[in-house]
Structures are given as structure tokens and as C-alpha cells.
């Protein structure tokens, strides 16, 4: 029986209860926990570096006020790309191809920057709405537009980290299946495929911590213009 492809998209369940919960838990038993000792291992020290210069790179162009976003975005950071490494292992699941999942983490974090500009310095929130020497014409078209690239926000991070990691998936499974198929018909070809499927399991290695630092990174984009 052949199965699709997109049946690796789907949440695992055993006895009926869906395994998701058990992935989104699983990321945060592989680190680490702080030490009181006055000297660090050497996983501890590789990860407060990782942290201190992430938080330094993100939160150095927004003012003092963001900087309360630095714990939350940080762990929003390593949360996900341990995420989307894992979901290259074998017999695994990623749970960041459910566009719900990242839907969830886009919408309220969008919906808190903009209620923070709202709050703070509504005139200039507000402003961002119509660009300064607007033709009176074209004030009421510039402000619906405007206002929908506002709520478009949100889909596109979820719908962006969504479609490059299933993207991704799709790609690998088709070509390692090409070269499951090719071996006994031409082992020469199906040598090329596997190294041709070696290279895409590195590139997507970096898709997969380049996406988590690119939805961070707007998410930031988005504080710094409300703060």
C-alpha cells in the first residue's frame, strides 16, 4: 500500500492521545539546567554564549523598554530550532509543520506589539497607517491597505516557517525514495541521488535554524516599531 507523502505531517497518536504533547515537552529536557557552582561545563558555557549573543544582536537596535522581551524571545528562539532539528531525525515528528501550532505563536506575540504601541504611543502607531505627504485622494485606499498588511502579519510568519519546513520534508522524502527506487536499476545513478540527498539534509539543517531565527527576528522587527 503506498502511502502519501504528506502522511509524515501528521500528529502521531498512541492509544488515541496525540504524541504533539510529548514533542513540544521533549525540547526542553535536552538542555541543560543552570549550575551553582562558580565555574560552568562546557555545554552550560556553549549555551550562555549561544543566549548572551543572540539577546545582544536582536535587542541592541530597540530601546530599553523591549529589552523585557529578551527571556521571552530568546526561548521562543532555541524552542524552535530545536524543534526543527529534531524533526530531521528519523522516526520523529515535527510539530512546527502544523500551521496551527505556529499560528499559535505568531498571533499573540503580533497582537501583544501592536496592543504595547497602542497602549504606549498611540499617535505614532497609529501613524504608521499613512505614510507622511499622502494626496488626499489616496488617504482612505493607503489606510485599508495599510491596515491589511498589519493583519497579514501574522499569517505570513506562521504561514512562512510552515511552508519552508514542509518544503523541505517533501523535498528529502522524494529524493531518498528515488534513490530507494533507482538502486537496483542503476546503482551508479542512485549513488548520485544519495549524495544529492546528503547535501539537502545539510541545507536543510540550516533552513531549519535559519527560519527559527527569521521568525524571531520579525517578531523583533515588529517590537521595535511599537516600543
Known amino acids: 500500500m503506498m502511502l502519501s507523502f504528506f502522511d509524515q505531517f501528521m500528529s502521531p497518536t498512541l ?10 515537552t521533549l525540547p526542553w529536557v535536552l538542555f541543560p539546567k543552570p549550575s551553582s557552582r562558580w565555574l560552568n561545563n562546557r555545554m552550560l558555557t556553549l549555551q550562555s554564549w549561544f543566549i548572551n ?3 545582544q544582536q536582536i535587542f541592541q537596535p530597540i530601546n ?11 526561548s521562543l528562539m532555541i524552542f524552535l530550532i530545536t524543534l526543527n532539528m529534531l ?21 499573540p506575540l503580533w497582537l501583544a506589539t501592536v ?11 497609529l501613524a504608521h497607517l499613512l505614510p507622511e505627504g499622502t494626496p488626499t485622494p489616496l488617504i482612505p485606499i493607503l489606510i485599508m491597505i495599510e491596515t491589511i498588511s498589519l493583519f497579514i502579519r501574522p499569517l505570513a ?25 533507482l538502486m537496483p536499476l542503476m546503482p551508479a545513478v542512485a549513488v548520485l541521488t544519495g549524495a544529492l540527498l546528503l547535501m539537502l539534509t545539510l541545507l536543510e539543517v540550516a533552513v531549519a535554524m535559519i527560519q527559527a531565527y527569521v521568525f524571531v527576528l520579525l517578531l523583533s522587527l515588529y517590537l521595535q516599531e511599537n516600543v
Do not use: C, D, E
Open 115 to 125: 496592543i504595547i504601541g497602542m497602549r504606549n504611543q498611540p499617535t505614532h502607531a
Open 157 to 181: 510568519l506562521g504561514v512562512r516557517l510552515t511552508a519552508n519546513l514542509t518544503a523541505g520534508h517533501l523535498l528529502i522524502q522524494l529524493i531518498a525514495t528515488a534513490a530507494l527506487v
Open 53 to 55: 549573543g543572540f539577546a
Open 64 to 74: 530599553q523598554a523591549g529589552h523585557k522581551w529578551a527571556a521571552l524571545l530568546t
Open 87 to 107: 524533526g530531521l531525525l528519523p522516526y520523529t515528528f515535527t510539530p512546527t509543520t502544523q500551521l496551527s501550532m505556529n499560528m499559535a505563536f505568531a498571533v
Open 15 to 24: 492509544l488515541g492521545i496525540p504524541l504533539i504533547a510529548l514533542a513540544l
